[in-house]
């Protein structure tokens, strides 16, 4: 199969039009068997309840090419139930996990010059989302629904990629206690997107979001979940009911456990308590894992490891995480689906 002529790693995180994307309809109670279109635009009616009530979610997952130029998907069944879990919650029709992961086949299938080759750095990320559809002008849950997923070559999301890069903690809340932060919402990123500009303009990365009912322990990092190893060597992220349960995060405690042989932990991370770790960082299916440098909260900037290295521990979790995913460390029964 010839390759897109594309400088891959050289790519970032940004929107590319591939040759074909799948869409499937929902009306009179069933999805239809869905087909691979040419056409990125979709026409909707102006009352669709995902223009004016949020009723619409997302999905993030990513194939990678193997060493022997197989392709292969990261716990697509994950994104998948997840998917359940937000569609459920936001009273829309679940998509069937064997019908996500087709989907998702067929897409990578179909794009297959579009996908970055083995050791490029590059990988290939999958858009799955739920739209609701229809005339509608009522706050009430959609008559028709789509569902569909495209996908494009992407590199860091992230600048720095693998190198540490520093985050400020925010005031603004993404998601309260008990409403949609542990479901994947287009609401959710909505709220994020002025604490995220307000940061960048500062010169970080993104911002960490606290908890928002009494805004004193560690919640996201922006799109992502927050991880950190402390300096007896424990791997700990937040327990926290406004958060997205992160399929990489997930991943993480099994790596740390079962592969490193760490203690792990989920539980409050206290942002006044940051002394206790000795490396931190960001992971999820775009950020992968992005080494934290530092953080600054009320002013006083908190520097890790370092803010230019990338600590030991980091560098191994990364480094087995991505072998697993890439297909060069044997993984765990049930995370690898080969599609090509
Ligand atoms: N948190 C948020 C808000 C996200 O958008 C994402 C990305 O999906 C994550 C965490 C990481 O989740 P995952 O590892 O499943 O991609
Ligand atoms: C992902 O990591 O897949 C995400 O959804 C994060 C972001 C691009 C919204």
């Not at 609401?187 to 606290?210: M, P, T, W």
């Not at 370092?306 to 521990?313: I, L």
């Not at 191994?316 to 995480?321: G, S, V």
Request: with cysteine; charged share 20%; glycine share 10%.
């Amino acid at each position: 199969m010839e390759k897109k002529n594309i400088k891959w790693s050289e790519l970032g995180f940004s929107y590319i039009k591939t040759d074909k994307r799948y869409i499937s309809h929902w009306k009179n109670g069933s999805w239809d068997d869905g087909q691979l279109v040419e056409d990125n635009k979709i026409s909707i009616s102006e009352g669709s309840t995902c223009l004016h009530y949020g009723q619409e979610c997302f999905e993030g997952l990513k194939a990678y090419t193997t060493k022997d130029g197989g392709i292969q998907l990261f716990r697509p069944d994950m994104n998948a139930k997840r998917m359940q879990q937000t569609c459920e919650k936001i009273m829309m029709p679940k998509v069937p996990v064997e019908k996500f992961i087709d989907a998702c086949m067929q897409v990578v299938k179909a794009n297959e010059s579009w996908v970055p080759p083995y050791g490029s750095g590059a990988t290939f990320y999958l858009r799955p989302y739920v739209i609701g559809v229809g005339d509608n002008i009522g706050v009430r849950p959609a008559e028709e629904y789509i569902f569909g997923v495209f996908g494009m070559p992407v590199g860091p999301y992230f600048k720095g990629g693998m190198n540490p890069v520093n985050f400020i903690t925010t005031d603004a809340d993404r998601a309260a206690p008990h409403g949609t932060g542990k479901i994947k919402v287009g609401g959710n990123y909505a709220a994020s997107l002025q604490s995220h500009y307000e940061a960048v303009k500062r010169g970080f990365a993104d911002c960490i979001y606290l908890d928002p009912l009494t805004h004193t322990k560690i919640d996201e990092v922006g799109a992502a979940n927050f991880f950190g190893v402390t300096k007896d060597n424990k791997f700990v992220t937040p327990d926290s009911t406004s958060i997205l349960p992160s399929i990489t995060k997930f991943s993480l405690l099994h790596v740390a456990k079962h592969y490193l042989n760490m203690e792990t932990e989920e539980t409050d991370v206290l942002v006044d308590n940051l002394d206790i770790f000795a490396e931190v960082g960001a992971c999820g299916t775009a950020a992968v894992i992005t080494p934290i440098g530092g953080i600054e909260h009320n002013g006083k900037m908190h520097v890790f490891y370092s803010e230019t290295e990338v600590g030991p521990v980091t560098k191994k979790l990364y480094n087995t995480l991505y072998g697993i995913q890439m297909g060069d460390i044997e993984a765990p029964e049930g995370w690898i689906y080969k599609v090509i």
